[in-house]
């Protein structure tokens, strides 16, 4: 059996060391921007309530997103979204502060889970086994749930700082380092929201 197709590439099939109702799939959002915390969701689905279309959170429209994060809140075993904020990410690293969003969605889930499948190369340091799944949020529906959850979650949460500081576009580029937002950051100067230790910030603060 061949595995699913991600940019042209067949991944291997996934063989999973667990068999049993309580796996999470654990993913996180937005190491990238330059703004904001990182989210992280961990989630557990039921097998009895399948939810058609799970996928990359990346390979959906906002809407069918949104659509299907209703779908896993209310069907899912278990779900829970955490973050790891501005200041933690400037304090740890985005690195160390990604993986302390991911330990607080999993120990946020009740009831709790027995094996985790952790999208990319290493696992949080959680005292939960699991393996940790290269692409799983296109590899395994309980990794896209979560994947999807995270994005939703923090995609709603750039909209809300967008609604304070309209003069950054938070709404539309979610703060990456679009060259609308690197233009904005240079003439308005950064918001308490930002990241500090990222370079551009940065070079924004040495100039105050």
Same mark, same amino acid.
């Given at each position: 059996m061949k595995g699913p197709v991600v940019k042209g590439k067949t991944l291997p099939p996934l063989s999973i060391d667990y068999v049993g109702d309580r796996l999470a799939g654990v993913d996180e959002v937005g190491r990238g921007p330059l703004v904001g915390p990182v989210v992280a969701a961990a989630v557990i689905l039921d097998p009895e309530r399948p939810i058609e279309g799970l996928n990359d959170s990346k390979a959906l429209?906002? +809407?069918r997103r949104e659509a299907l994060a209703i779908q896993i809140r209310e069907r899912a075993l278990a779900f829970a979204v955490a973050e790891a904020c501005a200041a933690e990410v400037d304090a740890l690293n985005v690195y160390h502060a990604t993986h302390l969003a991911m330990r607080r969605a999993i120990d946020a889930l009740d009831p709790g889970p027995e094996y985790l499948l952790v999208d990319g190369n290493r696992l949080p340091g959680h005292h939960v #086994?699991?393996?940790?799944?290269?692409?799983g949020d296109a590899r395994h529906p309980a990794i896209a749930a979560a994947s999807i959850l995270a994005?939703?979650? +923090? $995609?709603?949460?750039?909209v809300a700082? $967008?609604? +304070?500081? #309209? $003069?950054?576009?938070?709404a539309r580029h979610k703060g990456y380092p679009t060259r609308e937002h690197l233009a904005a950051l240079e003439r308005l100067g950064p918001l308490s929201e930002h990241r500090r230790s990222f370079g551009p910030v940065k070079r924004q603060l040495a100039l105050l």
């Open positions: 429209t906002a +809407r #086994p699991g393996q940790a799944v290269v692409k994005k939703v979650e +923090r $995609d709603a949460g750039m700082l $967008d609604a +304070r500081h #309209p $003069d950054y576009g938070f």
